[in-house]
């Protein structure tokens, strides 16, 4: 398995693990803002530079790091939020953006499709 590979699985797993977190357990606002704050990290500081030819990766990055500024407006939005229906929404968009991510990801890791060799 490639380097890059890893870094990408690394980066799933991280996903993977805060979506889970944030679904099933009543993680505080603060926390999750510190968890975010090292997924943009850790995608700054391992994915990015894995610098690639490939338009497709290329832009699959580029939506990854916008998805990743959002997943962060997203926490600010929870913390502001009063009522537990509100909480619950925030909490499900959160989780959507963390899936999108995933898929990004897994995306990358695919082999390109049949027709584009």
């Not at 380097?3 to 977190?21: M, P």
């Not at 704050?37 to 030819?53: H, M, N, S, Y």
């Not at 939005?77 to 990801?105: E, P």
């Amino acid at each position: 398995m490639s380097l890059n590979c890893e870094k990408y699985l690394a980066f799933v797993t991280l996903l993977e693990q805060l979506r889970s977190d944030a679904t099933t357990t009543q993680i505080a606002a603060p926390e999750l803002r510190q968890r975010v704050a090292t997924l943009q990290q850790f995608f700054g500081q391992q994915i990015v530079p894995l610098a690639d030819e490939n338009w497709r990766v290329q832009s699959y990055q580029t939506e990854m790091s916008k998805q990743l500024r959002l997943l962060a407006i997203d926490v600010m939005f929870l913390q502001g939020a009063r009522q537990a229906s509100t909480v619950q929404t925030r909490l499900q968009t959160i989780s959507d953006r963390l899936t999108t991510l995933i898929q990004y990801c897994s995306a990358i890791l695919q082999p390109e499709a049949e027709g584009e060799k």
